[in-house]
């Protein structure tokens, strides 16, 4: 991991906008470690949106009939009460060997990370994880006009690469193999990104409860650019979900020099863009997604990927199997696989 942040034990609650809105290599070297103590910056969002589509009522339980003709069926499509069922039961297993492992530890520890992480988002709908969100000020001038200069530079000496990802490849590189773009880009991802997507979804709320035993960490930060003026070029990216529990993309281009762009959640079909370079765009890579066209002009973001564990809270185990890592394309499976990726949840 590139850099990590863990929480204090008393983080402080998000303040987000209410209602659903949509608006206009190497190991080690790149480490980095943050604290609220050591001055992190906590982003505002100036608008938020559940990003989930309706979830489907809970199955009444199959007759012995229907039960054998769904055996008999070439229909492989995996259902919602499939994936709860799974989420369930991994959590379980989950929280069993939690139980063996903290025998002698204080009742309450486990508790207060689980119950901050099934608060719910703002508006009290659904899960935290459910919501995407839009921050001013992620990068300032300096950082934008830094990361800029040095991405053209690594892209006129390596050009760029088309098919880093084995599926919904962007035409992008990692600022693993871009040492210095990484070096402008890194302090406030440290300092500003991972703070705020922990406050945002894993920060303490009513209960008073924080969650620092859960720890975000850079799994994958990239360069990406569409571009709606050359022929050929890449100008959206097709539905998906991440293989990150948490995502963002920072603008590095003012929105006024492009046309189109921005995050589309398929479930609401509703899109959120940013308002000005520099800002933040956060939500769960696993609610299914996509980019919108750029049809004119050049956009270039800086996207993120975030691994979460913590002890009691994350259902790592249900996110590593094939029935979210292979899951259907389709809103249906959203509501079920982010609300199972968080044992307090599933």
């Known amino acids: ?167 919904h490849p962007t035409t992008d590189f990692s600022l693993l193999d871009a040492p210095a773009v990484w070096a402008a880009a890194e302090p406030r991802v440290t300092a500003a990104v991972l703070p705020t997507l922990h406050r945002l979804y894993f920060g303490s709320g009513r209960r008073g409860n924080g969650s620092g035993g859960v720890t975000l960490a850079i799994n994958d930060l990239f360069y990406v650019r569409y571009d709606g003026d050359t022929l050929g070029a890449q100008k959206e990216l097709e539905m998906h979900r991440d293989g990150s529990l948490i995502s963002f993309s920072i603008a590095l281009t003012s929105p006024g020099d492009f046309e189109g762009g921005g995050t589309r959640f398929v479930g609401v079909e509703k899109v959120l863009r940013p308002e000005h370079s520099g800002d933040l765009v956060t939500h769960s890579g696993k609610v299914l997604h996509a980019g919108e066209p750029v049809t004119r002009g050049v956009r270039d973001i800086l996207v993120g990927f975030v691994t979460c564990a913590g002890a009691g809270v994350v259902n790592e185990v249900f996110l590593d199997s094939h029935i979210v890592t292979k899951a259907e394309e389709h809103p249906r499976l959203d509501a079920p696989i982010v609300k199972g990726a968080l044992l307090a949840t599933a």
Not at 136 to 144: P, S, T
């Open 1 to 167: 991991a590139m850099s990590t942040f863990t929480a204090p034990a008393q983080a402080a609650a998000p303040t987000t906008t209410g209602d659903d809105a949509t608006a206009a290599g190497s190991d080690g070297e790149l480490a980095a470690t943050v604290g609220v103590e050591e001055g992190a910056t906590f982003l505002e969002p100036f608008v938020s949106l559940y990003a989930l589509g309706p979830e489907e009522e809970e199955e009444e339980e199959e007759s012995e009939d229907e039960s054998d003709e769904e055996e008999n069926s070439d229909d492989e499509r995996v259902r919602p009460a499939q994936v709860r069922n799974a989420a369930r039961l991994l959590a379980s297993m989950c929280e069993l060997t939690l139980e063996d492992t903290a025998q002698g530890d204080s009742a309450g520890a486990g508790e207060g990370a689980g119950a901050c992480a099934a608060e719910e988002g703002p508006a009290s709908r659904g899960p935290r994880l459910g919501w995407a969100h839009c921050c001013h000020g992620a990068f300032g001038a300096a950082e934008i006009t830094s990361v800029i200069g040095a991405a053209e530079s690594h892209v006129a000496a390596h050009g760029w690469l088309t098919k880093r990802h084995s599926r």
